[in-house]
């Protein structure tokens, strides 16, 4: 029986999977054409592409942060152009550990009901040291319809946040955390109540993830506890929290929620209060 990867996959597992859907999710949030330009100069053999702003966000629905979660039926449509099929196995990868839009199209794919999904570990550095299949041509994906429901259960929405501020749980660097610098948002600070993991704490040096037991001390280092089943991750936009939901799972760990609209939504209302410091 073949064996499904729902959190991380190396990549001498994927060269040896045969048969998966892989997506490559490279994206430069100063530069959100680099993405696609790298892609087209060298992806792994018979990848296709997701681009962050045009086909794992959508229009503001019921979040409005700076990268909001597209309607189901339009992640249906994005998946199936993808050439999706229900069951399949899909491996996603970029070029920053996961933070990016990979553990983005991760979550998105559970959110909707499709389980077998990972995220290659370390990336496509991780692919190219390992002398993997590499291409220059883009492969032509025969469409599916998928199919999938969303779990609406996993998402925390602005309204929700006030009963859930001492579940929440931070993923952007310290320094933004603490309100010192912010560099993207009206105004800095965190959510009051919650706490700071920052995703990067989740890799070693080499790019790729922590061990299981390296992540639950990590997390409990920056907790002071672990986080569980009632935990709710949010970073600036909704895309690096939901590294850190990847690696509350893959440490063993009970599947967090995520607050998708995050900072960038919840600071946009000045009286909506900002907490600063630790």
Not at 134 to 140: I, M, N, P, R, Y
Not at 180 to 193: K, L, Q, S, T, Y
């Amino acid at each position: 029986m073949t064996q499904v990867f729902t959190t991380l996959i190396t990549p001498s597992e994927l060269a040896a999977l045969g048969q998966a859907r892989i997506v490559d999710c490279r994206f430069d949030l100063t530069d959100p054409a680099r993405g696609a330009a790298a892609f087209v100069a060298g992806h792994i053999a018979g990848a296709v592409y997701a681009h962050l702003d045009h086909d794992l966000s959508g229009a503001p629905l019921d979040d409005a942060g700076r990268h909001p979660l597209p309607r189901p039926d339009q992640l249906c449509a994005v998946f199936g152009r993808l050439g999706i099929s229900p069951g399949q196995q899909v491996v996603c990868y970029d070029d920053m550990g996961g933070a990016l839009a990979a553990a983005r199209l991760w979550w998105l794919l559970r959110y909707m009901g499709h389980v077998e999904v990972a995220v290659l570990d370390g990336g496509w550095q991780a692919w190219q040291a390992s002398g993997g299949a590499e291409s220059s041509s883009v492969s032509q994906v025969s469409p599916t319809i998928f199919q999938g429901a969303p779990r609406a259960a996993q998402r925390v929405l602005l309204a929700d946040v006030p009963a859930v501020q001492e579940s929440l749980v931070d993923a952007r660097d310290p320094a933004r955390f603490r309100g010192e610098v912010e560099p993207i948002d009206p105004r800095a600070g965190h959510i009051p109540g919650a706490r700071n993991h920052p995703f990067r704490r989740n890799l070693a040096a080499t790019g790729t993830f922590l061990t299981p037991a390296a992540l639950r001390e990590a997390f409990a280092l920056s907790l002071g506890t672990l986080p569980t089943a009632s935990t709710v991750h949010y970073c600036g936009s909704g895309v690096s929290a939901c590294h850190n939901v990847l690696a509350q799972m893959h440490a063993g760990l009970p599947e967090p929620r995520l607050y998708a609209g995050s900072w960038s939504e919840w600071c946009r209302d000045p009286d909506r209060p900002a907490a600063v410091g630790e």
